[in-house]
């Protein structure tokens, strides 16, 4: 073994030591922005999780509760991630949701190292919130805290399912609109994404209470201990998320180095057997034969050039593969 593979860690079988292999997957967030944006993610979920939960709390009391205003908390939980993304975006990227974040990691727009301190700090950032809530609200008004439930009249699947609908909107909205490669978005990401929010609450708070974010259901989980169903609120909106990212960053928008990889592939398994099949302007006025006259137009033609007489040229030129 040389002492250059020993100065880098290297062992006898050849791999890297796992002290090396921890610094090198932790790489470049022992610095201040990293951890700027770590406090960030913890510090906006506070603040979104307790205004958006004090949405949901009846000062009618037990006695004589009030009637749910949809879209009060639809309009409090909206405008609240819009002003948070508004404030930290420039920070951390304003994901403030654990879904988020997972379907960032998906489309490699952050490290997985980064991804498990953000998810982290949104989870606590989410605890502390509904339990600044819990203390500062009357005992006998608190009743549920904005714990997130399933509609009695449905199943975990149908909760499933609804979940993972909102929060693929949700996951859509945000990479359309913080898409570098546009330039036809001129209003308000932020308020675009609080809008997404607050559209998701008004159509599911009746069936699952309107989630979308893993760590806003999991802060008031851990206050109250109420865990009836509360898995959904993970898979579905991470599920949702991954496909919300995954489709818009590789099928419907993709950049110009992931078209450029599926160029690759495509070509290395649909290699040419006999030529092209390509058109060419047809300039001449016509073409006379014993039994047909060919006006100007296109002439179909199968390009049989193969070999080192095809290196060179741009594959672009070539219109269609032969199959």
């Not at 006006?295 to 179909?300: A, E, L, N, S």
Request: net charge neutral; with cysteine; charged share 20%.
């Amino acid at each position: 073994m040389s002492d250059r593979a020993a100065s880098r860690g290297w062992g006898k079988c050849g791999r890297l030591c796992k002290c090396e292999a921890i610094m090198v997957a932790f790489k470049g967030i022992w610095t201040q922005p990293f951890w700027k944006a770590v406090t960030a993610e913890f510090m906006a979920m506070l603040i979104f999780v307790l205004l958006s939960l004090g949405s949901t709390i009846n000062w009618g009391g037990a006695e004589k509760p009030l009637p749910v205003d949809m879209v009060l908390i639809s309009l409090c939980f909206g405008l609240s991630i819009a002003t948070m993304v508004q404030c930290i975006g420039h920070i951390s990227g304003g994901h403030i949701n654990p879904a988020v974040t997972i379907a960032m990691v998906c489309t490699r727009k952050i490290s997985l190292a980064k991804s498990f301190f953000y998810i982290v700090a949104q989870c606590l950032g989410a605890i502390a919130g509904a339990g600044i809530l819990y203390l500062v609200t009357p005992r006998k008004l608190v009743g549920s805290l904005g714990v997130t439930q399933v509609h009695s009249e449905l199943s975990a699947g149908h909760g499933l399912v609804v979940e993972l609908i909102i929060t693929f909107q949700l996951v859509f909205t945000i990479f359309a609109s913080c898409d570098s490669k546009r330039s036809d978005v001129t209003g308000s990401v932020a308020l675009a994404i609080g809008l997404s929010v607050a559209i998701g609450h008004l159509f599911a708070i009746g069936y699952t209470g309107a989630s979308m974010n893993p760590a806003r259901s999991f802060g008031p989980a851990v206050i109250m201990g109420k865990w009836e169903n509360h898995w959904i609120y993970w898979v579905g909106p991470i599920i949702g998320a991954v496909l919300a990212g995954t489709l818009y960053e590789y099928v419907y928008c993709p950049d110009d180095e992931v078209k450029r990889r599926f160029k690759e592939a495509f070509n290395k398994t649909n290699q040419p057997s006999k030529g092209k099949y390509i058109e060419v302007e047809d300039t001449r006025s016509h073409i006379e034969t014993d039994d047909l006259l060919l006006k100007p137009g296109i002439v179909h033609v199968i390009d049989l050039e193969r070999g080192d007489d095809k290196k060179g040229r741009d594959p672009t030129n070539e219109v269609l593969s032969s199959v």
